[in-house]
């Protein structure tokens, strides 16, 4: 059974750092690019950022480009969301997902259950 759990969100103020985990398991993810998602209440949901099997390259969504940085474990089957300078409009429930490269949802065939994050100004 394929599993991604995500870890590390929570409450904070405005400009804060949070660092988010996406732990695959069940199966090797070997050549698998992850990524990164987020939802925010009555909203569709929205790409985050993406990187590679190798971790060589990455692309972000133009919103978080510069505040949010994502990289990938020693195990490869690990995909960190290093998040700083948090936003009010940043909260959403964070969702890390596995197979595709693109900005599209649908391009992705494993889904974690999310994480919540909640930025108060």
């Known amino acids: 059974q394929v599993q991604l759990v995500e870890s590390g969100g929570g409450l904070v103020q405005a400009g804060a750092s949070l660092r988010l985990s996406c732990s695959a398991s069940?199966?090797?993810?070997?050549?698998?690019?992850m990524g990164w998602f987020r939802q925010a209440p009555g909203k569709e949901r929205e790409f985050v950022a993406v990187?590679?099997?190798?971790?060589?390259?990455?692309y972000y969504a133009d919103s978080v480009k510069g505040r949010f940085t994502i990289s990938r474990g020693n195990a490869k089957n690990t995909v960190y969301l290093q998040v700083n300078s948090l936003k009010p409009e940043d909260t959403a429930v964070y969702y890390c997902?596995?197979?595709?490269?693109?900005?599209?949802?649908?391009?992705?065939?494993?889904w974690g259950q999310g994480t919540q994050v909640t930025v108060s100004s």
């Open positions: 990187i590679n099997w190798s971790g060589s390259n990455t």
């Open positions: 997902a596995a197979g595709g490269w693109s900005e599209l949802p649908r391009e992705y065939h494993y």
């Open positions: 069940g199966r090797t993810f070997s050549g698998y690019p």
